[in-house]
């Protein structure tokens, strides 16, 4: 997926510091006329958000901003087109964005949420302190990718890990995991690593993504220099920790950039994300593209590049069996909106039991 370009932040605006630039000012024109002003949405509750302005930070009614589709409501991140003045002040719309992260609602439905919007950089919060989930690191790129935005893995709590070489696995194990994304270690405790995420996540608007007690809060600390998120411990058990960030907030960064801290998330649903899930694998759809037939299940087919390259020892079967699920995952999740989509995989379902049925006819009567 090409990333989209963006203009640099206007510093002589009072909202340069929270990314307002030269491209949000021509898209903000035909509302300057009305009397409205722009503002950056920095959290939404019940019905109401705090936006930053010109002149500070007011509170705003999203009653005009509420529509029944959950993917088009007004979340942190979102340039808001906010009335100049009025008691309660009212959000009348907002901007179209650049970028929007979303998941699945819930595995049984198929409602997608969206957690943040117009984010330049998603980092991926991954704690050293427990064993690593590659599944679940290559489910957060995947949805990183197809929100537009540039994943970053960081790699937390690095200071548990005493042993250079071992730590130089661990990130090794990340990489193959996450081809074309920067993969970081840091400790909040010591301070390694953070000046140079810093420096990556400066002049533009980043997402802290992770489970509960990845280290979420103690990161956006250590980044903003203060101690502005609580922090609670983790658990030894398991090293998941209570939900310390229970909003999403935007929050500005003393080296430039701004930054949306998130509460942990127990699922990471994928929500229409197929291009996501092929940037994640892009080793097994180039391996893919060589295949005899070009629509390889890459399951017993002749000529198959994908089950070659496995055999071989060039791909994982891990990685294989992680990029099956995810497309399944996704493709169900779309299909419960698509009835195009539904009809076809109960198509494909029908001839495949009928298949199977037929070679379980000849194997009986030595027909095989």
């Known amino acids: 997926m090409s990333l989209p370009s963006f203009s640099q932040a206007s510093p002589s605006h009072a909202l340069g510091p929270y990314g307002w630039d030269d491209a949000w000012e021509d898209e903000f024109t035909p509302y300057t006329d009305q009397g409205l002003v722009p503002g950056r949405v920095v959290r939404v509750d019940r019905g109401q958000c705090d936006v930053m302005t010109a002149d500070g930070i007011v509170r705003a009614d999203t009653a005009f901003v509420t529509p029944h589709d959950p993917l088009r409501v007004i979340c942190t991140g979102d340039w808001a087109v906010l009335e100049a003045r009025g008691n309660p002040r009212y959000v009348r719309t907002y901007l179209p964005r650049r970028t929007a992260f979303v998941r699945s609602t819930s595995s049984q439905r198929s409602e997608g949420q969206i957690l943040a919007a117009n984010v330049d950089h998603a980092i991926i919060a991954v704690s050293l302190a427990v064993e690593l989930d590659l599944g679940r690191i290559e489910r957060f790129l995947a949805l ?5 935005a ?4 960081v790699l937390t709590k690095a ?7 071992s730590l130089g696995y661990l990130v090794q194990d990340v990489e ?6 920067q993969v970081l270690t840091v400790s909040s405790l010591t301070g390694a690593g953070t000046d140079v995420l810093a420096a990556v996540v400066a002049g533009g608007t980043s997402v802290l993504l992770g489970i509960s007690g990845a280290g979420k809060s103690t990161l956006a600390n250590a980044l903003l220099g203060s101690e502005v998120m609580e922090v609670q411990e983790t658990r030894d058990v398991d090293g998941k920790g209570r939900h310390t960030t229970t909003t999403r907030n935007l929050l500005a960064l003393p080296g430039g950039g701004v930054l949306i801290d998130t509460p942990g998330l127990r699922g990471v649903g994928l929500f229409d994300a197929e291009t996501g899930v092929g940037q994640v694998f892009s080793e097994i759809e180039e391996y893919a593209r060589q295949c005899r037939f070009h629509d390889c299940a890459h399951e017993a087919e002749p000529g198959c590049a994908v089950r070659a390259a496995v055999a071989s020892g060039e791909l994982p079967e891990r990685r294989l069996a992680s990029y099956r699920k995810l ?4 493709q169900r999740i779309v299909a419960k909106t698509d009835a195009r989509l539904r009809s076809e995989l109960r198509r494909d379902w029908r001839l495949r039991s009928a298949e199977g049925r037929a070679n379980y006819a000849a194997k009986r009567t030595g027909r095989a």
């Open 144 to 148: 990183a990718w197809e929100s537009g």
């Open 150 to 153: 540039q994943p970053l893995v």
């Open 159 to 165: 200071d548990v890990v005493p042993d250079p070489a």
């Open 176 to 181: 193959t995991a996450a081809p074309g994304v």
């Open 327 to 330: 497309l399944r995952e996704n």
